[in-house]
């Protein structure tokens, strides 16, 4: 009785509602959404590292101190004097990954020095560096676009693994809603006669006392009612154990839900090996990637690097142009020419063979996807028929259960017809739990 007034006071929902507020209540969608948003920040990570980076550090000014003696051929003896060196630097450094698979970096350094003697005239000047360093593989040119390209597998594998983690949620609060829907439906009209039966025992029970009542017409008819009895207790537990797990999914503790739709089965089908087969997919590009990479690495190499620095008097600026003479600079080309590295090549066909095993599973899970899907046609075929012969089975048995005279029948023409209800509507929601479970595989292009 106080489950029948806990869902009369309980919130109609639909199983679209009930959809929705999975997706955003439950807690492997949310755990699942986050590792997409991990997955593209990773990739959008990756794609950045072709913008320049740059760093500046300064140094604060450093004091050295030494005492040292020189030899002047006009003195016998050696003079000693003392100097202090004063320096402050600071070094600022710009480097990014070049389109064509190399990397550019220039650094430029540029020092302060103060130097006081008791001997020498005292000096201030500038010294300064700018220097570049390029390096770029021979083979491969689009080297730098392979950690693209696998960050990018990696947020597709990520919104994958999301699609299937909603699928998963989804598919056991169909089956919930439909059960409990089902249960829920059946429950309305069986606490009904449950409460008589309990009646007729106490009536059965007096009759006995009295004498108008044998011993086996009692067992008899207590054993038939103690079934009724029985069977809404059981539906009243299968209620209370379905909302709980509907709860976790959807976050309401009481609701009322409607008689599910016919599913349409609108778009095109993938069933869960299609996700299989994607990511397999993926797995292999990543593998060929390295295959590509590891080749790459054991090729030839060009090295370029340049340096130009000045040395100059009072201001940088002034340094620069009116002591231009004395600046430096220089420049060197290197190739690099792997000769020997067995352990790279050994990997190399080691990555070859697992991806010849990868291959094969590809090819695999294709005929599967092709059998799965024959299959999810013909079957949708045949649960439609299924499902219009238990509604109308469940409908005419729910109507001989409503309009008999149950006071009129014996405990056993009583059970018989329960019986005949419940399990005409536990059929019919079998057939429509199959239909809703065989749409998840249906996706609206």
């Given at each position: 009785m106080f489950l029948f007034l806990v869902l009369c006071s309980a919130i109609n929902l639909s199983l679209p509602q009930a959809e929705s507020l999975a997706v955003v209540y439950s807690s492997e969608i949310q755990s699942a959404h986050h590792q997409v948003l991990n997955a593209h920040t990773q990739y959008r990570a990756e794609v950045l590292k072709f913008f320049p980076k740059a760093s500046i550090t300064a140094y604060l000014p450093t004091v050295t101190y030494s005492q040292?003696?020189?030899?002047?051929?006009?003195?016998?003896?050696?003079?000693?004097?003392?100097?202090?060196?004063?320096q402050g630097i600071v070094t600022v450094d710009v480097s990014m990954l070049l389109p064509v698979g190399g990397n550019i970096s220039v650094s430029y350094d540029l020092t302060k020095i103060n130097e006081i003697s008791n001997l020498y005239e005292d000096e201030r000047y500038y010294q300064s560096s700018l220097t570049l360093n390029i390096s770029q593989p021979l083979w491969g040119s689009i080297s730098p676009y392979s950690s693209i390209r696998t960050g990018n597998n990696a947020y597709l594998k990520s919104v994958r693994n999301y699609q299937k983690t909603t699928r998963n949620v989804l598919r056991n609060l169909r089956s919930y809603y439909i059960d409990f829907y089902i249960y829920q439906r059946v429950y309305q009209h069986v606490d009904t006669m449950v409460k008589l039966a309990q009646r007729q025992i106490d009536e059965i029970e007096y009759l006995y006392q009295q004498g108008y009542v044998d011993d086996i017409e009692l067992l008899q008819n207590e054993g038939k009612l103690g079934l009724m009895i029985l069977k809404g207790m059981e539906i009243e537990s299968e209620i209370n154990q379905l909302k709980d797990k509907i709860n976790l999914i959807i976050g309401i503790d009481q609701f009322n839900l409607a008689e599910p739709k016919?599913?349409?089965?609108?778009?095109?089908?993938?069933?869960?090996?299609?996700?299989?087969?994607?990511?397999?997919?993926?797995?292999?590009?990543d593998l060929n990637q390295q295959i590509i990479d590891n080749r790459r690495e054991?090729?030839?190499?060009?090295?370029?690097?340049?340096?130009?620095?000045?040395?100059?008097?009072?201001?940088?600026?002034?340094?620069?142009?009116?002591?231009?003479?004395?600046?430096?600079?220089?420049?060197?080309?290197?190739?690099?020419?792997?000769?020997?590295?067995?352990?790279?090549?050994?990997?190399?066909?080691?990555?070859?063979?697992?991806?010849?095993?990868y291959q094969e599973r590809e090819n695999s899970y294709r005929r599967e996807l092709n059998i799965e899907i024959t299959r999810i046609r013909s079957e949708k075929e045949k649960l439609l028929v299924k499902l219009q012969l238990a509604r109308t089975t469940f409908l005419a048995s729910e109507k001989v259960f409503l309009e008999s005279s149950v006071l009129d029948l014996s405990a056993s023409e009583q059970l018989e017809i329960l019986e005949d209800y419940t399990d005409a509507m536990e059929y019919y929601g079998s057939v429509l739990k199959e239909l809703y479970l065989l749409d998840i595989n249906f996706e609206e292009e």
């Open positions: 040292e003696e020189v030899n002047y051929p006009a003195y016998p003896n050696p003079i000693d004097y003392w100097k202090r060196t004063e016919i599913p349409e089965f609108n778009g095109e089908i993938k069933p869960d090996i299609w996700f299989e087969l994607q990511d397999i997919q993926a797995e292999l590009e054991n090729g030839p190499s060009l090295e370029v690097s340049g340096y130009y620095g000045f040395r100059g008097r009072e201001e940088e600026v002034q340094a620069m142009y009116e002591e231009f003479r004395k600046n430096r600079w220089g420049v060197s080309v290197g190739i690099n020419i792997p000769l020997l590295d067995l352990p790279s090549r050994r990997q190399v066909q080691s990555l070859e063979h697992l991806r010849d095993a």
